[in-house]
């Protein structure tokens, strides 16, 4: 079966821009070509004259003459090298079943998702998603003028019998179709959870049955930690089991991954695999060579990936410790499959702001689950969302922090 992804009235009036793509650039990029149509410094003009990084691992990575060079100019004359092996990760790793696919790069995630949504939806759109979601993607989807339906979840991520049940709930209201599925699956941010494998064809079937676009936003699926098992081997890149993408015959699926969970925040590039209607004109250029280079040597990525998921398990259980040691009584959880933040579900209900004003005055930030609902939650159901990416020495003090105010705000905030 074969899908074209709706576009919205934005999508559709949009196109190829005239001069980052066809054969002007094509012209631009070859050697020794008279090239008078551009309007950037000159290439003397540039000040970097080499590049160099050392890595933590004590390896380094340089850039030539001409690398230099193009690091400091625009993306077309950059993204070539880091764009290739995208493809061939993205192959590798999902190896996607439609012919419908392509690899985007974006400065960042969030661009991405923004990018995306633009492209996809119009106001009134509904949009199937999780109960609990990235809070900034809420906003980014509230602001598209989306109508959120939320989808209940347990500790195996999205049911997806809450698919099928919003659908037809719909239908039978005589209502439009939702426009799409936004979700989470690995590392589900707020909640932590790891969608079960055998849900992610149930959940692609309805997604089928009912015509949606699945938008699968996987930042965490690299962090795959598996602290509730720790006897069993970290995942490393083989082990990381299905994606949306991986079982994509339609072409239904766009999928955003990020290098700021895989490589630091600061590089400020994602991808969007799916859409070929993305623009690769975003991102920093050196970014995208240095990172063209660390990437391209043999067995880097994944010495790297697994001493993350080694990093995260260690840290996962340590702040699990603390939890135990401090939060029994007054809240309860789930053991993280991956990601970096731990679920609390409090015991009593408590007024949002004058908690997390207590929480405040004792030095503790914490995220309230009120932010990442994608409809009020029900009265007496309260949460809050820790990490445990913070220095481990932090986490005891900090959850004894939390449970002297959970303690004491039932009487006294």
Known sequence: ??????????????????????????????????????????????????????????????????????????????????????????????????????????????????????????????????????????????????????????????????????CEARLAAGLPLPKLLYTIPVGQNPTGSRLRPDRYAAVYSAARRYGLVIVEDDAYYYMQHRAARPDMPLPGLSGLGPSFLSLDEDGRVVRLDTFSKLLAPGFRLAWVDGLQYMSSQWGSTLSMLLLAKMLAAPGWLLGHVTALQAAMRTRCLALLAAAEEHLGGVATWSVPQAGMFLWLTLAADYEPGPLLEALRRHGVAVIPGESCAAAPPPAGRRHLRLTYVIDPDQYNEGVRKVARVLGSARVNI
């Open 1 to 166: 079966m074969s899908f074209d992804i709706p576009l919205s009235a934005y999508g559709r009036r949009v196109g190829p821009s005239r001069f980052s793509a066809g054969p002007l650039q094509e012209v631009m990029k070859q050697e020794g070509a008279h090239v008078m149509a551009q309007g950037v410094p000159p290439v003397t003009a540039l000040p970097i004259a080499s590049l160099s990084a050392t890595l933590a691992d004590g390896s380094t990575v340089e850039l030539d003459a001409v690398e230099t060079r193009n690091a400091q100019r625009y993306a077309p004359f950059a993204w070539a090298p880091l764009r290739s092996w995208l493809l061939e990760h993205v192959r590798e790793q999902h190896s996607p079943p439609s012919e419908h696919w392509d690899v985007s790069i974006t400065a960042g995630s969030m661009l991405g998702i923004d990018a995306v949504l633009r492209l996809l939806l119009d106001p009134g759109d509904a949009v199937l998603c999780e109960e609990f979601t990235f809070l900034a993607s809420k906003d980014n989807l509230l602001a598209a003028g989306a109508t959120l339906l939320p989808l209940a979840m347990d500790e195996d991520g999205l049911l997806p019998s809450a698919v099928e049940e919003e």
